[in-house]
C-alpha cells in the first residue's frame, strides 16, 4: 500500500432544496468520511490505498462498503459489526455558502473500533499511515486505536501523516485540545487549516503558528489558508503555495481531505514540497467545484492538465 488511513464513513443525506431541514422532503444520499476521501482521491490519482474501518452490517454498510471498494480502495481490513449501526449525517444548505452538519453517530458501528482491529503487517507494509482528529473523538477505543496504529507505524519507519479536523461537535474543546496536541507530537507530518491552528495555539501567522507546530514535535507542517492556498516548513523548505482560483464553490465539504490526498500523491511521485503542496491545492480546488466529497477528485492527468493550464 502507499497510503492506508483508518477511520469512521458515514451515509450523508443532504436536502435537494437549501433551507432548514424540517422543511425537507428529499434527499440526496451519499457516501463520506474524511479518512475514504482521502483513500479514494489516492486510488483515482493512481496509486494504491487501504481504508481501515467498522460498519454496521446493515445496508448502509454494505453500500458504503461496496462503494469505497469499487472506487478502487483496498477494503480488506473492513469489519462488517452485527451489533452496531452505520452511522448517519446530514449537510443542510441553509443559505449561498452557509452550511451545517448534523451527525447520528453516537455508538456506531466504527465508533467500536478498537486496537486489536489493526493488523501491525498492514501498516508495515505501508508508505504513509494517514489518519485524522476525528476518529480520537468517537470514543475512548477509537483513540487507543488510533494511538496502536501510529505505534505500528513508527516502529516500521512508517510516515505519519495528521490532519487535526477538529469536529466541536464530537467533544468537548478540552479534550480537543489535549489529545490533537498530543498526536502532533507523534505526526511526521501535520495539515492543519488556519482554524485549527489557532484553536491549538493561539493566533499568529502562518510562520508563527507552523513553528510552533514543529516545536511541539511535527516534522513537516503544511499550513491550510484555504482559497489563498497553503504554507509549508520543515528542515528543509520553507514557503507558500499559491492557491487555485474556482469560479463558484458548490460544496467546500472535502476540500481538506482533497488537499491530503494531492499533498500525498505529490510526495509518493517524488515532487519537492512546494509542487506536492500545490497540487494539494489544486485538488482540493476541484474538490468544492462538485457537490459530494468524493465527486471532484481527479484522475491524474486531469489533475496534471488543471495546474499546467494555470502556470500558463
Ligand atoms: O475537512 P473536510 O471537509 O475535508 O472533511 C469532510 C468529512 O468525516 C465529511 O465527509 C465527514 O464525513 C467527516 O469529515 C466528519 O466526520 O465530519
Ligand atoms: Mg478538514
Not at 90 to 108: H, I, M, N, T
Amino acid at each position: 500500500m502507499d497510503v492506508v488511513t483508518l477511520g469512521e464513513t458515514m451515509m450523508l443525506f443532504t436536502p435537494d432544496n437549501p433551507g432548514p431541514m424540517r422543511y425537507a422532503d428529499r434527499f440526496s444520499n451519499r457516501v463520506a468520511g474524511a479518512e475514504s476521501n482521502v483513500a479514494i482521491g489516492l486510488a483515482r490519482l493512481g496509486f494504491q490505498s487501504g481504508w481501515i474501518s467498522r460498519l454496521g452490517d446493515d445496508e448502509f454498510g454494505k453500500k458504503i462498503n461496496a462503494f469505497i471498494r469499487g472506487e478502487g480502495v483496498d477494503t480488506s481490513q473492513v469489519i462488517l459489526d452485527e451489533t452496531a449501526d452505520t452511522g448517519l449525517f446530514f449537510k443542510e444548505k441553509l443559505a449561498p455558502g452557509e452550511w451545517r452538519v448534523k451527525y447520528y453517530r453516537q455508538g456506531s458501528a466504527a465508533s467500536r473500533l478498537k486496537p486489536g482491529d489493526v493488523d501491525e503487517s498492514y501498516i508495515a507494509e505501508a508508505n504513509y499511515l494517514h489518519v485524522t482528529g476525528i476518529t480520537p473523538a468517537l470514543s475512548d477505543s477509537c483513540y487507543e486505536t488510533v494511538l496502536t496504529a501510529i505505534d505500528y507505524a513508527r516502529a516500521h519507519g512508517v510516515n505519519v501523516v495528521f490532519d487535526p479536523n477538529l469536529r466541536r461537535k464530537l467533544w468537548p474543546d478540552h479534550k480537543a485540545r489535549k489529545v490533537l496536541t498530543e498526536l502532533v507530537q507523534k505526526a511526521d507530518i501535520v495539515l492543519p487549516g488556519i482554524e485549527e491552528a489557532e484553536f491549538l495555539f493561539g493566533n499568529g501567522t502562518p510562520e508563527e503558528l507552523a513553528r510552533t507546530f514543529r516545536e511541539k514535535g511535527a516534522s513537516t507542517v503544511i499550513l491550510k489558508l484555504g482559497g489563498t492556498g497553503a504554507y509549508y516548513l520543515n528542515n528543509a523548505a520553507e514557503g507558500y503555495a499559491e492557491g487555485f482560483e474556482v469560479p463558484e464553490v458548490v460544496d467546500p465539504v472535502g476540500a481538506g481531505d482533497g488537499f491530503s490526498a494531492g499533498v500525498l500523491s505529490g510526495l509518493l511521485d517524488g515532487l519537492d514540497m512546494k509542487d506536492a503542496v500545490q497540487r494539494g491545492n489544486a485538488v482540493g480546488a476541484m474538490v468544492v467545484m462538485a457537490p459530494g466529497d468524493v465527486e471532484g477528485l481527479p484522475e491524474k492527468d486531469r489533475l496534471v492538465d488543471f495546474i499546467t493550464n494555470r502556470n500558463q
